[in-house]
């Protein structure tokens, strides 16, 4: 089998903390193509559907951690809510280049008949390769 390549952007803030997630592949049909991790509420391309979401991490001289959680809203009640999480270790030759596992889950809680629903409830874990492209320590 072979494997899925996929490039997506993370774009940290300045304290380290993750503030977007471009060319996302989760349930992009609802959520687009960028993912705010802000904590403010933001449209969906669903008319009415709203989602807010922030990010918690750590780093260290090894490599580093985070989680982002995110809730979506159908009218301003609760109707999803997902999580992905990374874990993440530096490679020994180039300190610019990561290796690690990138895991996520989305539940929709409301709107059962919806087809939403479908597009909403997905889960999976992968593998992945992440290459500082900016702020790196070579710059």
């Known amino acids: 089998e072979t494997p899925t390549t996929m490039v997506v952007t993370l774009v940290f803030n300045s304290k380290g903390g993750v503030s ?28 009415g559907l709203q989602y807010s979401a922030a990010t918690y991490g750590a780093e260290n001289e090894s490599g580093f951690t985070f989680e982002a959680r995110l809730l979506a809203f159908a009218a301003g009640i609760e109707a999803a809510n997902g999580f992905a999480t990374a874990t993440g270790t530096f490679d020994e030759n180039d ?3 990561m290796t690690g596992t990138f895991a996520f889950k989305t539940v929709v809680t409301l709107l059962s008949g919806s087809s939403l629903v479908a597009d909403g409830n997905q889960e999976d874990e992968f593998p992945f390769v992440a290459f500082c492209v900016v702020g790196c320590s070579s710059e």
């Open 20 to 47: 977007r997630f471009d060319d996302n592949t989760i349930a992009s049909e609802i959520f687009g193509s960028q993912i705010l991790l802000d904590g403010v509420r933001h449209n969906t391309t669903q008319q």
């Open 95 to 97: 300190p610019d280049m």
